[in-house]
């Protein structure tokens, strides 16, 4: 059972720490993360956004930019020295400790191009929405309930010039669930690695990794272990991983 939480200090909470995170990065990434901006704004949407009714909340965050050196044994190989990685996040839920109502809707989008936009990839993470019944009409492929996969629409710039490569769908890679600040983790971990390490010894940047990650990834890791605590009966942790027995 979740413990009960007011959903006015609860938006305040959320929408506090992303100030907190915007001011991190400001200090300490600006030259990688130029324009905080859409973190700012996306603390105040937080602080009134009731996207299901007064016991929810939401944000999203719009066109957060990076720029970032290319890393080596990039295909082609003549895309210049730095790299643009622009993602988009966003995330609605209920006001609870429990992961199945904190997060009702998540969709977050990684897309790369050189300096022209000549070259562009496309990565999308996000909760796989089911109807009110617990249907999505039985997909024949591994449906993770958090998951990434390669490509999407963000592609479409492209115009169907892709060269050689097949683009599918699948496969729909598991992932646990993410705030804003665990995404951005994840984006500099593999686009600004130095960056990244350097971040990840400041004291106010691990803080708030430690809470995102008690809130979500927690949580996430604890289901997955019960599959194998509890007798395997769990139709939420089937949903996290299809491929369990």
Request: proline share 7%; with cysteine; glycine share 10%.
């Amino acid at each position: 059972m979740s413990k009960k939480i007011k959903p006015d200090s609860f938006r305040k909470q959320i929408a506090s720490e992303l100030r907190l995170l915007g001011g991190v990065l400001n200090r300490n990434v600006s030259d990688v993360c130029f324009d905080t901006g859409p973190i700012t704004q996306a603390a105040n949407m937080c602080g009134i956004s009731k996207p299901y009714g007064p016991e929810s909340w939401g944000y999203q965050v719009d066109d957060l930019r990076f720029r970032v050196k290319t890393p080596q044994k990039v295909i082609p190989s003549t895309v210049g020295d730095y790299l643009h990685v622009m993602m988009n996040f966003k995330i609605q839920g209920k006001c609870s400790s429990d992961l199945t109502d904190l997060i009702k809707l998540l969709e977050f989008s990684i897309v790369v191009t050189n300096e022209d936009k000549s070259y562009l990839s496309s990565w999308h993470f996000d909760k796989h929405l089911v109807s009110d019944d617990g249907g999505d009409g039985d997909p024949e492929d591994a449906h993770p309930l958090y998951h990434f996969q390669y490509g999407g629409k963000n592609l479409g710039p492209l115009g169907g010039n892709h060269g050689g490569i097949l683009i599918m769908p699948s496969p729909r890679i598991g992932h646990p669930p993410m705030d804003v600040v665990l995404a951005i983790d994840f984006v500099l971990s593999n686009f600004a690695g130095i960056h990244w390490k350097g971040l990840r010894e400041q004291p106010d940047y691990r803080t708030r990794l430690v809470e995102a990650q008690g809130k979500y990834l927690r949580p996430y890791v604890e289901s997955m272990l019960s599959w194998w605590n509890t007798g395997r009966e769990s139709d939420f942790v089937k949903s996290l991983w299809p491929h369990l027995i």
